[in-house]
């Protein structure tokens, strides 16, 4: 039996829809199980909670590997982003050891450190180190960039092509290796298959800038508009103010836009994508932006 956390998430609902469609049995653990959708009536449901430990004894019985992809970029009403970024994967490692599970398999994104400006970052550092030193049998898959047409970063940005110009978050020129979410569900899959262990890069083929990967998606849809920097000096404050008044209904928050400023970049390229048996698209062949 396989456990899979996030498995409504970007990454998550592509590794099930795999998982199913070759009757791998899994089981979903889950806050509601009607964000599975159909999928939902092709899994074992733990009905439980990240924030919430004593939920995971269910789910985890009889489990011999455990997918963790849950994570979050911003608070919730429940806990923070290092409570689910870090203490959570911590806690579900240590959970994982005492239940008898063999494998634990885990996304991260790359370049996290402990003094990273990204509380994102910060957090999965943290648990990184906790992986590195489990007695089972571990795999660290530490991506770039995570796109997926339509996905809820790039539906805000098709929001802000209605203004006349869209703000960008200093400069844009972060770089990063933009992967698509299928091509990272391809290498979880690929990692599960291989028994694969230790720590994986994944990235795209390109390097492109922040401003570059905005420009690449108002093409796909179709909108030109004038890219305005936002000096990340006056951004902060007003985020900040924004999240505090509309609460968990915040259009964007700052820790949001602050991954969007930060560097994600591997020097093996696609190699350790290409060792698990997956050759990366471009982004702009897959959001139709040629």
Same mark, same amino acid.
């Given at each position: @039996?396989?456990?899979?956390?996030?498995?409504?998430?970007?990454?998550?609902?592509?590794?099930?829809? #795999?998982?199913?469609?070759?009757?791998?049995?899994?089981?979903?653990?889950?806050?509601?199980?009607? #964000? +599975?959708?159909?999928?939902?009536?092709?899994?074992?449901?733990?009905?439980?909670?990240?924030?919430?430990?004593?939920?995971?004894?269910?789910?985890?019985?009889?489990? *011999?590997? %455990?997918?963790?992809?849950?994570?979050?970029?911003?608070?919730?009403?429940? /806990?923070?982003?290092?409570? =689910?970024?870090?203490?959570?994967?911590?806690?579900?490692?240590?959970?994982?050891?005492?239940?008898?599970?063999?494998? &634990? +398999?885990?996304?991260?994104?790359?370049?996290?450190?402990?003094?990273?400006?990204?509380? %994102?970052?910060?957090? *999965?550092?943290?648990?990184?180190?906790?992986?590195?030193?489990?007695?089972?049998?571990?795999?660290?898959?530490?991506?770039?960039?995570?796109?997926?047409?339509?996905?809820?970063?790039?539906?805000? +940005?098709?929001?802000?092509?209605?203004?006349?110009?869209?703000?960008?978050?200093?400069?844009?020129?972060?770089?990063?290796?933009?992967?698509?979410?299928?091509?990272?569900?391809?290498?979880?899959?690929?990692?599960?298959?291989?028994?694969?262990?230790?720590? &994986?890069?994944?990235?795209?083929?390109? %390097?492109?800038?922040?401003?570059? =990967?905005?420009? +690449?998606?108002?093409?796909?849809?179709?909108?030109?508009?004038?890219?305005?920097?936002? $000096?990340?000096?006056?951004?902060?404050?007003?985020? #900040?103010?924004?999240?505090?008044?509309?609460? $968990?209904?915040?259009?964007?928050?700052?820790?949001?836009?602050?991954?969007?400023?930060?560097? @994600?970049?591997?020097?093996?390229?696609?190699?350790? /994508?290409?060792?698990?048996? %997956? #050759?990366?698209?471009? @982004?702009?062949?897959?959001?139709?932006?040629?």
């Amino acid at each position: @039996m396989l456990l899979l956390t996030g498995a409504t998430g970007l990454v998550g609902s592509a590794v099930l829809r #795999r998982l199913t469609a070759r009757g791998d049995p899994v089981r979903c653990l889950v806050r509601d199980p009607r #964000r +599975l959708g159909a999928e939902r009536v092709r899994v074992q449901l733990a009905i439980g909670d990240l924030s919430d430990p004593a939920s995971w004894r269910h789910a985890l019985r009889g489990v *011999k590997t %455990v997918v963790h992809l849950a994570a979050t970029e911003r608070d919730q009403p429940r /806990a923070t982003i290092e409570e =689910i970024d870090g203490l959570a994967a911590l806690r579900l490692l240590r959970a994982a050891e005492r239940a008898g599970a063999e494998r &634990f +398999l885990w996304l991260t994104p790359l370049g996290a450190s402990p003094h990273h400006r990204s509380r %994102v970052h910060r957090a *999965k550092a943290l648990a990184e180190r906790a992986v590195a030193a489990s007695n089972l049998s571990t795999a660290t898959l530490a991506s770039s960039y995570v796109y997926a047409p339509g996905d809820r970063r790039l539906q805000r +940005l098709e929001r802000l092509a209605l203004l006349p110009a869209v703000p960008l978050m200093g400069q844009g020129g972060a770089p990063t290796q933009p992967i698509w979410a299928d091509d990272v569900a391809d290498c979880v899959v690929g990692a599960l298959d291989d028994r694969a262990a230790g720590r &994986f890069e994944l990235a795209g083929p390109d %390097v492109l800038s922040h401003r570059q =990967i905005v420009r +690449l998606a108002l093409r796909g849809a179709h909108r030109r508009r004038r890219l305005v920097p936002v $000096p990340l000096t006056l951004a902060r404050p007003l985020l #900040r103010a924004h999240e505090t008044l509309a609460g $968990p209904t915040a259009f964007a928050t700052w820790d949001e836009a602050e991954l969007l400023t930060v560097p @994600m970049l591997t020097p093996n390229g696609t190699a350790d /994508a290409e060792r698990l048996g %997956v #050759r990366p698209r471009r @982004m702009a062949d897959v959001l139709g932006a040629l």
